[in-house]
């Protein structure tokens, strides 16, 4: 865990650097409010959770290892209100409460990097496998991951006391957005599975969730 930490800390200060954090006082601590009322229902509370936006016109949401949890100005603008944006805010914590950046970094690194920074604790493998939680993070097109974050990020948001729909009625603004102006969407759309396939699944598991409580 020490090591996921140092690496997400790494790529947190890379990524903080190229974009800048938006300085609105108001959304940041709304950001702080949602992420803490989601990380309490998980089960790495000791994680050092941060929630930031950064100063980005383009639309969303990205987790690092060890808790560092983005979404973007662009998001934030376009309108997403707090059911929306703890919907969101979920499926990124799901990214690091299910380890998501950390096992497919496993299979991205050799084994012997993965030793160095475990043994060693040598700045430069740490680098190496910070940059490539940063690429996976802002590029990533893993399919199942993102699914398994739909769900498990629901489940999180309904247990924060949040709706179980907060995530799917924003993936339905980005589907409408995506026909009518998907300028600010260039990232989203290249980095996530296509959103009328996530809507679907989640139209189908939401149910099951609603239906146990």
Do not use: C
């Amino acid at each position: 865990q020490e090591h996921e930490i140092q690496i997400g800390q790494n790529a947190a200060k890379q990524l903080e650097a190229e974009n800048g954090v938006w300085d609105n006082q108001e959304q940041a601590a709304r950001l702080q409010r949602i992420g803490k009322s989601i990380v309490q229902e998980t089960e790495r509370q000791d994680l050092p959770w941060s929630f930031k936006i950064l100063d980005d016109e383009q639309i969303n949401a990205m987790a690092l290892p060890g808790g560092f949890v983005y979404v973007t100005r662009g998001l934030i603008e376009s309108g997403t209100d707090d059911q929306k944006l703890a919907g969101v805010t979920a499926h990124e914590i799901a990214h690091v409460t299910r380890k998501h950046a950390v096992k497919i970094m496993e299979k991205a690194l050799t084994a012997s990097i993965i030793v160095a920074i475990v043994t060693k604790d040598s700045s430069e493998d740490i680098q190496k496998a910070s940059d490539i939680a940063l690429d996976l993070a802002i590029r990533s097109g893993y399919r199942e991951e993102e699914y398994d974050a739909d769900k498990v990020g629901t489940r999180l948001a309904l247990a924060g006391g949040h709706q179980a729909e907060g995530l799917l009625n924003f993936l339905r603004d980005i589907r409408e957005r995506e026909g009518r102006d998907p300028s600010k969407l260039e990232t989203w759309i290249s980095t996530h599975p296509p959103t009328s396939k996530r809507i679907e699944r989640l139209e189908e598991y939401i149910p099951t969730l609603t239906s146990e409580r």
